[in-house]
């Protein structure tokens, strides 16, 4: 019968010092004694975890398993006991999520209050920050989950949930004479020249961040070359300024229904995959996710698909 692991922080030791004798100093104990702990645990899974040839040693591809595993399961465990110490004290639980501000405030008006209905016992820390930096907050576990649109290099560590594929689209005021000729191009069935933006001014988010390095990934294939661009750290501001007619920018399409003056604004669907990427939640890959945080991410989605 596989044995359960008493004291977790022996291997988790081993595995951080590459000494058996090493760690048995760290943790107080006798070097035979450390060596036998580690052998009655590979005969209880019938697996090496250790590389004994190596030095420092090294952990087997069923080591690494285990080390993951154990530190989850720590993590799992502080965590619970964070949670019953809310409950005995009286105080709420905390649920920590990261978004844009942008994302944060076109989604948190629609989804929050019912939110907050169901669950009157949990308190939610908004952590608002530029998608570049929302999986920092995972890594340094300052959030329990962020909602993003994702990159192409998720960390290994992390796992994303997809709640919909969003599509970027280019806003224009209709009021510019530019615009109307996208328009009518539109009208006439033909793909709209992106080469009548060479003379415009566009506004984009920072070119480290998803959206703006897909729309010039997508500009630079269609040889498209932008002369006056203004960027910012924020979606909102971009919007802003081309709803007072002061440039294009592009923009994802959930935030359309929220866009100032939307009346006066014309959006176009530019019709290619390089324009479409996945909005997600990310977590911290096999940790515990309280259910608040399960029912927020569920409930997220169903808000989206209302949407389409």
């Not at 359960?4 to 000494?19: H, I, Q, W």
């Not at 560590?157 to 594929?165: G, K, W």
């Not at 001014?201 to 002369?227: H, K, T, W």
């Not at 479409?276 to 515990?288: E, I, M, Q, S």
Request: glycine share 4%.
């Amino acid at each position: 019968m596989i044995r359960t692991d008493k004291n977790p922080e022996y291997f988790l030791e081993v595995a951080r010092t590459g000494s058996i004798s090493g760690a048995a100093k760290r943790l107080f104990i006798s070097q035979p004694y450390l060596s036998q702990y580690i052998l009655r645990l590979e005969e209880s899974f019938q697996v090496k975890l250790l590389d004994r040839e190596k030095t420092p040693l090294e952990l087997t591809p069923a080591g690494k398993i285990y080390a993951s595993y154990l530190e989850s399961g720590l993590q799992m465990y502080h965590k619970l006991l964070q949670d019953f110490d809310g409950l005995r004290e009286g105080g709420l639980e905390t649920i920590r999520v990261g978004l844009t501000n942008w994302r944060s405030s076109t989604l948190l008006p629609a989804v929050l209050p019912a939110f907050t209905e169901r669950y009157p016992q949990v308190k939610l820390q908004l952590l608002e920050v530029p998608n570049r930096s929302l999986y920092e907050l995972i890594a340094a576990d300052r959030a329990d989950c962020v909602i993003m649109n994702t990159t192409l290099n998720i960390p290994a560590s992390m796992t994303s949930e997809v709640l919909l594929y969003e599509k970027i689209l280019l806003v224009g005021h209709r009021d510019n004479p530019t615009t109307q000729q996208l328009l009518q191009m539109q009208i006439e069935g033909i793909t709209p020249d992106l080469h009548l933006l060479e003379s415009e001014r566009v506004i984009l988010l920072q070119p480290e961040s998803d959206l703006a390095a897909r729309v010039l990934n997508y500009l630079d294939r269609e040889q498209v070359v932008l002369r006056n661009v203004l960027h910012t750290d924020n979606a909102a501001t971009a919007l802003n300024l081309t709803a007072r007619n002061f440039g294009f920018c592009f923009l994802n399409s959930t935030g359309v229904r929220s866009a100032p003056d939307r009346e006066d604004l014309a959006f176009f669907d530019l019709g290619s995959e390089d324009l479409v990427h996945p909005l997600c939640a990310v977590y911290r890959k096999d940790t515990y996710l309280h259910p608040a945080a399960r029912d927020l991410i569920d409930m997220t989605t169903a808000f989206f698909k209302e949407q389409r």
